[in-house]
């Protein structure tokens, strides 16, 4: 049976250009598994969380919206597969202190989307800042930064 993630670049991801791989595509994926976590952490995944998570996608990763949906759809199904752990260790092992600082802020941009910060929405967020090795006061920054941004 062939790799999903596999099955997923071969068949809708655009062909590898200007250096990017396959690998870039599953750090793509990591990082959507990882906002989807955050966006169920309250068990709930609300309207404006699913809205902010396409954007981002969308946005952030240059990708048409059939591409942007398939790989939520991968990402949704991948989150149940593995743990943050997993998807932390690609982005941590993969993105410099910048990329991880913009992750950061699209992920406090997601907590706050809703209106309302669930107690574990900040503790799983902290987590996974911790994981990618990004300290408390980078943290605060990208709060910070978020806030500004949906004002």
């Not at 976590?37 to 609300?46: G, M, N, P, V």
């Not at 998570?53 to 048409?64: G, N, Q, S, T």
């Amino acid at each position: 049976m062939q790799d999903p993630f596999e099955s997923f670049f071969s068949s809708r991801m655009r062909p590898v250009k200007n250096g990017e791989d396959r690998r870039t595509e599953a750090v793509r994926v990591a990082a959507c598994a990882l906002l989807l976590e955050l966006a169920y952490a309250d068990d709930e995944f609300s309207e404006a969380e699913r809205v902010h998570v396409e954007a981002v996608m969308r946005r952030h990763f240059a990708l048409d919206e059939a591409t942007a949906l398939a790989m939520i759809e991968l990402a949704e199904s991948a989150r149940t597969q593995h743990g943050v752990q997993r998807f932390a260790a690609l982005i941590r092992d993969n993105y410099d202190l910048g990329q991880k600082m913009l992750l950061a802020e699209i992920m406090w941009g997601l907590v706050l989307a809703d209106g309302a910060i669930a107690r574990h929405e900040a503790h799983l967020l902290r987590r996974i800042a911790s994981l990618l090795d990004l300290e408390a006061g980078y943290l605060a920054t990208a709060r910070s930064n978020a806030k500004e941004t949906l004002h």
